[in-house]
Every structure is written in C-alpha cells, then in structure tokens.
C-alpha cells in the first residue's frame, strides 16, 4: 500500500473520508433526486387561478369551505367547494373527513386539478385542535385581508354567499 | 391558595436555579468545596420547588379548581380522574411545566450522582443550572400554567378529546424524559469544553445519561406512534409530519451519540465528534419544542400553538445552543484523539453508523425546515412522505446492511474474513427469507422482500454475536450456558436493542407494502370485502359514554370459511364539551396483523335508509413495528442496570481517593 500517506493521521483522515464521502453523495443525491418529485406548492383558489396551474400537478389547495356545498355520495366520496376572497374551486374527495372537518372553516387538501377544472383531493389535511388553522392558509388569507382573528372564520363564510 | 403556593414555589425555583448556576460556576472557579457544594443543594432545593408547583397544578385539575386559567381552559369536570391528572400537562403551559420538572429533576441527580471529578460536576451543574434559569425564567414570566382568573367560570373547556387516551396520557411524560435527559448530556459536553479535556472517563460518565435520555425517548415516541395509530383513525403509525420529525432528530442524534461515546469510552477517539453530537442532541430537542409550539409549520398534530411565544423559545434556543456551539467552535481543537484504526474495525463501522445517522438528520431537518426556505423565497408549500422515504430507507439501508458486522469486529483492526464466516449463517437465513417473502407473497413486491430480509439479517446478525460470545457449537453446551450467564448485561442490552431494530424493520417492510384498505358505504347488514376477510356491520346503536355520546357500530369480521373471526365495534364520539367528533377504532388483532375498523360519518344510502361510511384496513405484521421499538428501549435499559457502569465510576473514584 504504498501509494498511502506515510503519516497515521493523514491516513485515518483518508480512511474516513474514503468512509464519508460516498454515503454523503449518496445523501445529497437521493436528497435532490426526493425533492424534485415531492415538493408540492400551496396555492388558494385565486392563486392557483392567477399562476395557471397545470392539470395533474401535484399542489395544496387551501381555503374555506363554503357553507351548504358539501354532499357527501353515496358511493364513499364527497364533494365540496372551496373558497377563498375571489374565486373557489370544487373538490371531489374519496374517503372519510377528518373530524373536525366543517363548513364555513378552514382545509388544505393536496391532490391535484383535473382537465376539467375540478380538484381530486387525496389527502384532507386533519387537525387534532379545533382551534388550529395551517399557516399557510393563515398567511394567505390575511394577504387578502379577510383574516378576522384567531380560530375565526371570515365573514363571507357566514350564510350562504356567492363569490 | 394551592395556586398561589406553587407560583411562589416556581419565583423560588428560578431563584434558586439562577444560584445553582452562579454558585457552581464560582465554586469551580475558586476551588471552593463548599461554594459546589451549596450549588448541588440550590439544584435539589430548585427540583423539590419544581415539584411542589407541579404537585399543585395536578392538584388543581383535580379538584376541577377552574379558578386557574389553565385548568379552566383545559379540563372539565366530568371527564374520568386520568385525564383531568393527565390534562396537567395537555396544554403549553403544563407541557413547559413538565419540561421544567424534568430538566431540575435531571439537575438534581446530577446533583446526586457520584465518582465524577469534582471540577467537570461543578461546571455541568452549573451548565444544568443556566438552562433551569432559561426554561423557568420562559415559563414563570411568559407560560405561567397557574396564573388566576378573575371571574372564574362555572365549568372548564375540557381537554381535546383526541388526548382523552392512556397512551397520549403517558406519551408527552417519556417523549419530555427523553428529550429534556438530553440536557444533561449537553452539559457535560458544556463543562467538558470549558474544562478543554475529554477522555475515556468523561465519555464513560456520560453514557448512563445518554442511554437513560435515548431509552425514554424511545419509548415516547413509541408510544406516541401507537396513539397515531389507534386513535387518530387514519390508518397509519407514521406520517412524516414536522411534529413527529422534531422527536426523530433527537432521537436519531442520541443514537449516534450512544455509538460514538462507546468509541470515545474505549478507544479514546472521535472525541470532538461526541461533544458536537451532545450539543446537537438536545438543540435538537429545544428545535422541536419549538417547532411544536410555535406553528412556523403546518402540522397534524398541532397542539397548543402559540407564535408569540414560540419566537421566545427560539430565543431560547438561540442562546443555549449558540453559546454552547461557539464553545465548541472555541475549544474543540484542544481535544486531540488519541489512537488511530484500520478501515476494517469496530471504529469504522461506528464510524459508519455517525456519517448515516447524522445525513438522515440532515436530510430530515432540510425536509422539515423546507416549507420555511420555501417561504423566503416567496413561495408557499412543503415536502410530503414520498421525500422521507425516498431518502430515508436507502440510507439507513447502508448502515443496517454493515450493523451486524460491529459487534463481531475486532477494535483497531478487524478480521474481515472471520467476521464474514461467522455471519454466514445469518446471511445465508436472511436471504433465504427474503426470497421467500418474495416468492409467496402477493402481489410480489422485490422492495418490501429486500426490507424484511434486511430484518432478519439484523436479527441472525445479534444472535450470532450472542453465540459467538457465548462460543456455541464450540464448546459443550453447560460451558455455553455458564458463558452466557457470564455475559454483562450491557452485551444483552445491546443485542436486545439490535433484534428490536430488525423486528422494526421487517415490520415496517411488510406493513408498507401490503396494507390492504377497503372503504364503502354500509347501511346495517350490509357487508364489504377485505382482502379475504368479509365484513358486515350489523348494528349501529346509540351509546352514552362518561363525556361523550357516542354511536356504537358492530361490525362482524368473517374469514373466507364463513367463520367469525371476531366482533368489533368501532364508534363514532361526540363529546359535548367543544362539541368535537372523534373516531374510536376497532382493532382485531390476529396474530401479527391487525384489522383495523373506523366508523365514520353517517350518511343516506341510495334507498334512504342510514348508511354509516366505513372504512377498514388489514395491516399485516403491524405489531411488529411497535414491539421493535419497545425492545430497543427495553434494551437501552437493561444497558443501564449493567454493574460495569456504576463499578467502572466506583473503582474511578476509589482510585481518585
């Protein structure tokens, strides 16, 4: 082994960079590689409106639930609008709400739009605390100024409105 | 007055931490026994104030004294006595509490324990006495969980309901031993870098704490898991959300500091390294308490948000890691390692352990922190579970793939091929098992396969270092026994920590791959298919629990012979108090498999009769992913009971004499 530094120090250094090296690249590899097909964006309705989001991509669609859209189907599925300030989406979801889901409050569902405009949820974003709201529906909603305080739902959600 | 009196407590209490913390520090600094000695008191006396405050916020949930804010907020007179003691520690302020507990009552064993050099004791008291004066000081002056209200209401909030549950009862008290145990080790590492010293001792005084802290950590997360799994309905153990990722880092932390201290311990190097994990260890715990009860990121699991006082955590934070990383940063290059291995060792495949662990904490942390960088540059958004598992599973794949492989390697230079003809046999068993899965199970699934062989690789692997240690098939089989009987405990720990981690993995393997779920909507008689399982539910009738109104489903599970395997019976909870809903899962278990049966929101069916939607799950092998867990933290203790640990600091301290 002569082509090894001569000095003990520098050879352990070489043995674990040798070791290191490899599992680091693998690391960043696979970090880079899971990142470009897992990042999913968050959009409201109008956002997703305004950024012409493509059918089939995968995003969080968050806003509030209009009041007296949900229906639930007969075959497990069910079918609800969202809504923010300026514009809505309906979504399709197949499987059971989370409990606390509820009309006239806040959801994030991730899933994507299909060809003609509806959004097929796979996932409803649960809490476990009423009072919680995600931030990034938190966020947004402030950004249009409909935000109303904590655990407060804003005031088009009252009744039943049009947007 | 109860109230009252632990406020008072809690004043004390910082006061006597911020003594503990001045006192030692001076001590040492003077070389003044009785100075150490009066912090070691200051640090009892801070744990029993502690003590009594939390003695008295118990005491007010359970006497439902909805005078105090907190308890007003948080219980509820009709809920059953375990979670109204329980509810103590459900919201921010009891939780901080809690943390408090735990952090003096680490202080006051340290304060406690013997055979450490006087000087390294004084200063990790001190270490241990500055973080009490951070947490009590958060909570006495912005999380006070005993402050009055001035019209007190007639009748309490109630606890959420979801946390009305045994194993959510004792999940935040292990989850908090194992996370603040840390603390210990971080200032050890503190009063180690102040000191400019680290040797094999320090590394073995150390060792108990950190595998105390792993241990306990362990098993709340286990726990906390087990509740995801049963209680919240969603089918799942795991769901790669910020808060169950703020208790992995830790955890993963710890793991590889529990491997490189045995390094540091017997052979005298990586010494810098284990310091810097110490300090990660527990910045990665203050990380999480932030990030739980901050809300910066959109979680499940969010409880008891707070943003403004979670930008004081992160003061927190900022101060006791920073100090402690600038430390490091400083004194560090003082520690000199002090012998050199050949790349087939123990050491190495240590070695190996450390870089794997701490990548997947990096890459966990990045996934985790995302939605943050994301928002810096002005987007919103997040990573999802394929990333974790992506990244996850082909890593750590690397490290269970050399693990066996330890344990049977020599220190400084190792027999490579002694080892691979020992491991052999466990090879040759688990790929046997492997193409096993692979060619019985359907639909094939090479992946999983590769996953449960990993399993029983990890498992063939801990066993043969047992028999090789105990020399069977060797020797006559009494001589085995007598060497087995012979073998320290912490040996057992070990390989009970390694079997637990292969009966993880072959469990989350198999689960993974071949979950079946099936959801329909059912009116009553109406039956669905599960796998080969047939489920017909058969009532649903109304039941009134303790809190909570309940409807009561009973599902009749049949295997493909007609037989009843058994009758479960899921419910539909709404409790009057906050008005929420929940679901109380049916579980039959059969042998390693669960089915798993939710009751979920009524309905019409087409003929306008009540229909109930039930959603239902086979989760093949799904206690295995829980007993792994528990036998790592059953080893971990084991570990702990070794005699070695407490002799190797008795003959220290004789020694010292």
Same mark, same amino acid.
Request: glycine letters at 12%.
């Given at each position: 082994?002569?082509?090894?530094?001569?000095?003990?120090?520098?050879?352990?250094?070489?043995?674990?960079?040798?070791?290191?090296?490899?599992?680091?690249?693998?690391?960043?590899?696979?970090?880079?590689?899971?990142?470009?097909?897992?990042?999913?964006?968050?959009?409201?309705?109008?956002?997703?409106?305004?950024?012409?989001?493509?059918?089939?991509?995968?995003?969080?669609?968050?806003?509030?639930?209009?009041?007296?859209?949900?229906?639930?189907?007969?075959?497990?599925?069910?079918?609800?609008?969202?809504?923010?300030?300026?514009?809505?989406?309906?979504?399709?979801?197949?499987?059971?709400?989370?409990?606390?889901?509820?009309?006239?409050?806040?959801?994030?569902?991730?899933?994507?739009?299909?060809?003609?405009?509806?959004?097929?949820?796979?996932?409803?974003?649960?809490?476990?605390?009423?009072?919680?709201?995600?931030?990034?529906?938190?966020?947004?909603?402030?950004?249009?100024?409909?935000?109303?305080?904590?655990?407060?739902?804003?005031?088009?959600?009252?009744?039943?409105?049009?947007? | 007055?109860? *109230?009252?009196?632990?406020?008072?407590?809690?004043?004390?209490?910082?006061?006597?931490?911020?003594?503990?913390?001045?006192?030692?520090?001076?001590?040492?600094?003077?070389?003044?026994?009785?100075?150490?000695?009066?912090?070691?008191?200051?640090?009892?006396?801070?744990?029993?104030?502690?003590?009594?405050?939390?003695?008295?916020?118990?005491?007010?949930?359970?006497?439902?004294? =909805?005078?105090?804010?907190?308890?007003?907020?948080?219980?509820?007179?009709?809920?059953?006595?375990?979670?109204?003691?329980?509810?103590?520690?459900?919201?921010?302020?009891?939780?901080?509490?809690?943390?408090?507990?735990?952090?003096?009552?680490?202080?006051?064993?340290?304060?406690?324990?013997?055979?450490?050099?006087?000087? !390294?004791?004084?200063?990790?008291?001190?270490?241990?006495?500055?973080?009490?004066?951070?947490?009590?000081?958060?909570?006495?002056? *912005?999380?006070?969980?005993?402050?009055?209200?001035?019209?007190? $209401?007639?009748?309490?909030?109630?606890?959420?309901?979801?946390?009305?549950?045994?194993?959510?009862?004792?999940?935040? $008290?292990?989850?908090?031993?194992?996370?603040?145990?840390?603390?210990?080790?971080?200032?050890?590492?503190?009063?180690?870098?102040?000191?400019?010293?680290?040797?094999?001792?320090?590394? &073995?005084?150390? &060792?108990?704490?950190?595998?105390?802290?792993?241990?306990?950590?362990?098993?709340?997360?286990?726990?906390?898991?087990?509740?995801?799994?049963?209680?919240?309905?969603?089918?799942?153990?795991?769901?790669?959300?910020?808060?169950?990722?703020?208790?992995?880092?830790?955890?993963?932390?710890?793991?590889?500091?529990?491997?490189?201290?045995?390094?540091?311990?017997?052979?005298?190097? !990586?010494?810098?390294?284990?310091?810097?994990?110490?300090?990660?260890?527990?910045?990665?715990?203050?990380?999480?308490?932030?990030?739980?009860?901050?809300?910066?990121?959109?979680? @499940?699991?969010?409880?008891?948000?707070?943003?403004?006082?979670?930008?004081?955590?992160?003061?927190?934070?900022?101060?006791?890691?920073?100090?402690?990383? *600038?430390? =490091?940063?400083?004194?560090?290059?003082?520690?000199?390692?002090?012998?050199?291995?050949?790349?087939?060792?123990?050491?190495?495949?240590?070695?190996?352990?450390?870089?794997?662990?701490?990548?997947?904490?990096?890459?966990? +942390?990045?996934?985790?922190?995302?939605?943050?960088?994301?928002?810096?540059?002005?987007?919103?958004?997040?990573?999802?579970?394929?990333?974790?598992?992506?990244?996850?599973?082909?890593?750590?794949?690397?490290?269970?793939?050399?693990?066996?492989? %330890?344990?049977? +390697?020599?220190?400084? /230079?190792?027999?490579?091929? %002694?080892?691979?003809?020992?491991?052999?046999?466990?090879?040759?068993?688990?790929?046997?098992?492997?193409?096993?899965?692979?060619?019985?199970?359907?639909?094939?699934?090479?992946?999983?396969?590769?996953?449960?062989? @990993?399993?029983?690789?990890?498992?063939?692997?801990?066993?043969?270092?047992?028999?090789?240690?105990?020399?069977?098939?060797?020797?006559?089989?009494?001589?085995?026994?007598?060497?087995l009987g012979g073998l320290p405990r912490g040996a057992w720990g070990m390989s009970l920590a390694h079997i637990g981690l292969g009966v993880f993995v072959m469990g989350a393997a198999y689960e993974g791959a071949w979950k079946i779920e099936a959801t329909e909507v059912l009116s009553a008689g109406g039956h669905l298919s599960l796998g080969s399982y047939?489920?017909? +539910?058969?009532?649903?009738?109304?039941?009134?629990?303790?809190?909570?109104?309940?409807?009561?489903? @009973?599902?009749?599970?049949?295997?493909?012979?007609?037989? @009843?395997?058994?009758?479960?019976?899921?419910?539909?909870?709404?409790?009057?108090?906050?008005?929420?809903?929940?679901?109380?899962?049916?579980?039959?278990?059969?042998?390693?498999?669960?089915?798993?049966?939710?009751?979920?929101?009524?309905?019409?069916?087409?003929?306008?009769?009540?229909?109930?939607?039930?959603?239902?799950?086979?989760? $093949?092998?799904?206690?295995?992913?829980?007993?792994?867990? !528990?036998?790592?933290? +059953?080893?971990?203790?084991?570990?702990?009971?070794?005699? &070695?640990?407490?002799?190797?600091?008795?003959?220290? /301290?004789?020694?010292?004499?």
């Amino acid at each position: 082994m002569a082509f090894l530094p001569r000095s003990r120090t520098a050879r352990r250094r070489l043995v674990l960079f040798g070791v290191a090296a490899p599992i680091l690249a693998l690391a960043v590899g696979l970090t880079l590689y899971g990142l470009r097909g897992s990042i999913s964006y968050f959009y409201t309705p109008s956002q997703a409106l305004t950024a012409h989001v493509a059918a089939g991509t995968p995003i969080q669609l968050g806003g509030m639930v209009r009041r007296g859209s949900v229906a639930k189907q007969t075959d497990g599925g069910v079918t609800f609008v969202v809504e923010d300030h300026t514009s809505h989406s309906p979504v399709v979801f197949k499987g059971d709400l989370p409990d606390l889901f509820r009309e006239g409050q806040g959801v994030v569902a991730t899933g994507a739009y299909d060809a003609k405009g509806v959004f097929v949820a796979n996932q409803i974003l649960a809490k476990h605390d009423e009072r919680y709201m995600p931030r990034e529906l938190t966020k947004a909603l402030k950004a249009q100024g409909e935000w109303r305080g904590e655990g407060q739902t804003p005031a088009y959600g009252a009744g039943n409105t049009s947007s | 007055m109860t *109230a009252e009196f632990g406020q008072f407590a809690l004043g004390l209490a910082l006061g006597l931490s911020l003594l503990q913390m001045v006192v030692s520090a001076l001590g040492r600094a003077r070389r003044n026994a009785v100075l150490t000695g009066a912090g070691e008191g200051a640090a009892l006396a801070a744990f029993a104030c502690v003590t009594i405050a939390f003695g008295c916020l118990i005491w007010a949930f359970v006497t439902s004294d =909805f005078s105090v804010l907190n308890v007003a907020e948080n219980s509820h007179t009709e809920k059953p006595m375990l979670y109204k003691v329980a509810g103590a520690w459900g919201s921010h302020e009891g939780s901080i509490l809690l943390w408090c507990f735990a952090l003096t009552g680490y202080g006051a064993a340290l304060a406690l324990a013997r055979g450490l050099p006087w000087s !390294l004791k004084a200063l990790t008291v001190a270490t241990q006495g500055a973080l009490g004066v951070l947490f009590i000081g958060y909570m006495v002056f *912005a999380s006070n969980p005993l402050i009055r209200l001035a019209s007190p $209401p007639i009748e309490g909030n109630s606890l959420n309901p979801l946390l009305q549950d045994p194993a959510l009862a004792a999940h935040p $008290p292990f989850l908090y031993a194992g996370y603040v145990g840390l603390s210990v080790v971080f200032s050890f590492a503190v009063a180690a870098l102040i000191e400019g010293r680290i040797d094999a001792a320090w590394a &073995r005084w150390v &060792r108990p704490w950190a595998l105390a802290a792993w241990g306990l950590l362990t098993i709340g997360i286990t726990l906390g898991s087990f509740w995801a799994y049963y209680e919240l309905g969603w089918g799942g153990w795991w769901f790669w959300d910020p808060v169950e990722n703020a208790s992995l880092m830790p955890w993963l932390v710890a793991t590889a500091l529990l491997h490189s201290a045995v390094v540091t311990e017997k052979r005298g190097a !990586l010494a810098a390294w284990t310091v810097f994990l110490a300090l990660c260890a527990f910045t990665l715990s203050m990380l999480g308490a932030f990030l739980v009860r901050s809300g910066v990121l959109t979680s @499940v699991h969010a409880f008891a948000v707070d943003p403004k006082r979670g930008l004081l955590l992160l003061g927190i934070l900022g101060l006791a890691a920073g100090s402690g990383f *600038a430390l =490091f940063a400083w004194r560090a290059p003082l520690l000199k390692d002090q012998s050199a291995f050949a790349p087939v060792s123990r050491e190495s495949t240590l070695v190996i352990n450390n870089i794997v662990l701490a990548a997947v904490t990096t890459t966990v +942390l990045a996934g985790t922190l995302w939605p943050l960088i994301l928002d810096a540059m002005g987007k919103q958004g997040g990573v999802g579970a394929p990333y974790y598992n992506t990244v996850v599973g082909p890593l750590m794949a690397v490290a269970f793939l050399i693990l066996p492989a %330890g344990p049977l +390697l020599a220190w400084k /230079r190792g027999d490579a091929l %002694g080892v691979t003809h020992r491991l052999g046999l466990a090879a040759g068993v688990a790929v046997l098992a492997a193409l096993a899965i692979f060619a019985l199970v359907q639909p094939r699934q090479a992946l999983a396969a590769f996953g449960v062989g @990993v399993g029983v690789w990890l498992i063939g692997g801990a066993l043969s270092e047992i028999f090789e240690r105990a020399h069977a098939f060797r020797a006559t089989w009494r001589e085995s026994l007598r060497r087995l009987g012979g073998l320290p405990r912490g040996a057992w720990g070990m390989s009970l920590a390694h079997i637990g981690l292969g009966v993880f993995v072959m469990g989350a393997a198999y689960e993974g791959a071949w979950k079946i779920e099936a959801t329909e909507v059912l009116s009553a008689g109406g039956h669905l298919s599960l796998g080969s399982y047939t489920l017909t +539910l058969d009532a649903v009738t109304d039941r009134l629990g303790p809190n909570y109104d309940a409807e009561h489903g @009973v599902v009749r599970v049949t295997d493909p012979g007609g037989a @009843v395997v058994c009758n479960a019976t899921p419910e539909r909870r709404t409790f009057a108090t906050g008005g929420q809903t929940t679901s109380k899962v049916a579980i039959c278990p059969r042998g390693l498999d669960d089915i798993y049966i939710v009751l979920g929101e009524r309905r019409m069916a087409q003929d306008g009769a009540s229909a109930w939607l039930v959603r239902s799950y086979v989760h $093949p092998w799904v206690h295995l992913i829980f007993l792994g867990p !528990l036998l790592m933290g +059953l080893g971990g203790i084991l570990s702990l009971s070794d005699r &070695r640990l407490r002799l190797a600091a008795g003959r220290r /301290r004789g020694a010292e004499a």
